[in-house]
Structure formats: C-alpha cells, structure tokens
C-alpha cells in the first residue's frame, strides 16, 4: 500500500525523489526569470569560457541548452538562479 501511494504522490507531483535542483518549480513562468541575469550570465560565460548562444537568443533556448528546463517548465535551480523574485514561491 505504501508503495502505491509514493508513485501516486509521485505522478501528481506533490512529492519527488531527485534533487532539489532538478526538481520543477511549480507556478514559475518563464516571466519570473529576470532576462537581465540572463544576459549577464551569457556575456561573462562567453568572456569567461567562449559560451556559444549570444545574448541575442531566447531566454527559453538559453535555459534549456543549460539543462535548466525539464518537461518544458522550470527548475529550482533555474528559479534561485535567474528569478526576479527567487523566494516568492518558497517564502512569499
């Protein structure tokens, strides 16, 4: 019975067993992400390391050639990175 209740929680998405960072951040919206911080952190990753997307592309297309979507919404870590507001969801 136990089991059968974790994979339920688990396909309804209250409970999850990977990390917290990977985890989706319910009710964040690519509108949360401040675009600001995403170019910022493409001009230094392209300084600092020859990062290969221009601050020309997608907010969307950035985030996810940096493994920070999944099921096409966001992560935490994406949300602590890159949110305007990176505790409304967990504090607010």
């Not at 992400?33 to 910022?40: F, H, P, Q, S, V």
């Not at 493409?42 to 997307?53: D, N, S, T, V």
Request: glycine share 4%.
């Amino acid at each position: 019975m136990y089991v059968a209740l974790v994979n339920f929680l688990e396909k309804k998405k209250h409970i999850h067993t990977g990390s917290f960072d990977t985890t989706i951040c319910r009710d964040a919206t690519i509108a949360d992400i401040n675009a600001e911080r995403i170019k910022w952190f493409i001009e230094m990753a392209q300084a600092k390391r020859g990062f290969p997307l221009s601050t020309a592309t997608k907010p969307i297309t950035v985030l996810t050639h940096l493994n920070l979507t999944r099921e096409a919404s966001l992560t935490n870590a994406l949300y602590f990175f890159l949110a305007k507001t990176p505790t409304v969801f967990y504090y607010g």
